[in-house]
């Protein structure tokens, strides 16, 4: 196939739709071109100005010490969210195109599970004064280490045969993290009470003490993943349309899958070895984008679902501690939440079969 079908795929979808005619069907196609795209600006110019409004109402309201220790106090929180609110948006996002479902997660793979069952064994082998002595940037590296090295192996051993599928891989993780849950529950059954009182603040995920320096390297990989998926955005498109399409149009399908697969690998283990594991924090902000974008086009899809993993983490969290009195942790809200919208997706997918 030509550069030019890789280097805009859409373009013979496009070409196909508008060259029946060029004279009163053209016109109002493009007023309906331009109707869209003036509203896809006005929902990612509201989404910009709502994350900014509250992340700046986060960072002044009820200020009760000096100025030079809030705002550093709290623009750290503000930055871990921001980084994995990005983090958790775009890789779901980008794992619901390649799976062609908008029910499944980067979790289905296992990740919390795997996060869960390293923690577990951390502590009920070393101690809970042991893991703590460690230190934070060598248990971020062992996390990352060990997620990252799991799901590539098990993606690239999947990927590797021709008669594979991504279908496979989801069973796979299925399977994998029953198993790991199972392995974590034993040991959480056998372990001293105490221990087990120091994993349990462990196990959720929590924004109030991350580490400066794991901040930063979280940082720097998540946007550099994220620049990758950014300039991958034609691609993604393409692969909305399915497979076979996909192919037709010239696009290596099993090469981009695997490239976009290694980028959610890293982004959603980056994010949940910094902070803990978000089982449906995704599935949330990925769902309300696509109603609130009213495109499959990525370009709206994946900065829609950022400025709305945001505007959910850095609101959700200045309410729980300026009017809630900070009685609950962040993810457990998200996660009743997340878990409704699960349920009501099967239900209401059900119902359509």
Do not use: K
Not at 179 to 199: G, I, K, N, W, Y
Not at 246 to 258: E, I, Y
Not at 286 to 313: C, D, F, K
């Amino acid at each position: 196939m030509s550069a030019e079908v890789l280097q805009h795929p859409l373009d013979a979808v496009r070409a196909a739709a508008g060259g029946a005619g060029d004279a009163g069907p053209g016109a109002g196609s493009t007023d309906a071109e331009r109707r869209r795209r003036r509203r896809e600006v006005l929902v990612l110019a509201g989404l910009a100005l709502l994350a900014v409004v509250v992340v700046a109402v986060y960072l002044t309201v009820d200020v009760r010490a000096g100025w030079a220790f809030v705002l550093p106090f709290r623009g750290r929180r503000v930055a871990a969210m921001v980084v994995v609110g990005v983090a958790v948006a775009v890789s779901t996002v980008v794992f619901q195109t390649l799976t062609a479902n908008r029910i499944l997660t980067p979790s289905i793979m296992g990740f919390d599970a795997l996060y869960q069952t390293i923690q577990t064994t951390l502590v009920f082998a070393l101690g809970g004064v042991a893991v703590a002595s460690i230190g934070a940037v060598p248990q971020f590296g062992v996390s990352v280490v060990v997620m990252l090295a799991a799901s590539l192996a098990l993606f690239l051993g999947l990927f590797g045969g021709a008669r594979r599928s991504l279908h496979l891989v989801l069973l796979v993780g299925v399977v994998l993290g029953t198993l790991l849950r199972s392995v974590t529950a034993l040991l959480q059954r056998v372990m001293d009470p105490s221990e087990f009182q120091v994993l349990q603040g462990r196990l959720f995920a929590s924004f109030s003490a991350v580490d400066e320096r794991l901040l930063v390297v979280a940082a720097v990989v998540v946007a550099a993943c994220t620049a990758v998926l950014w300039a991958l955005h034609r691609r993604l498109d393409v692969l909305a349309l399915g497979r076979e399409t996909a192919v037709t149009l010239g696009l290596d399908v099993r090469r981009t899958s695997l490239v976009l697969i290694a980028l959610v690998a890293v982004l959603v283990s980056v994010s949940t070895a910094l902070v803990g594991p978000i089982t449906f924090f995704g599935l949330l902000v990925a769902n309300l984008a696509y109603a609130l974008a009213g495109s499959h086009r990525h370009a709206v899809t994946l900065p829609t679902a950022a400025l709305l993993a945001v505007v959910t983490l850095v609101g959700g969290q200045a309410v729980l501690e300026h009017l809630l009195g900070q009685d609950t942790v962040l993810s457990v809200v998200v996660e009743f939440l997340g878990g409704i919208v699960f349920i009501g997706m099967l239900v209401a997918g059900s119902r359509r079969r």
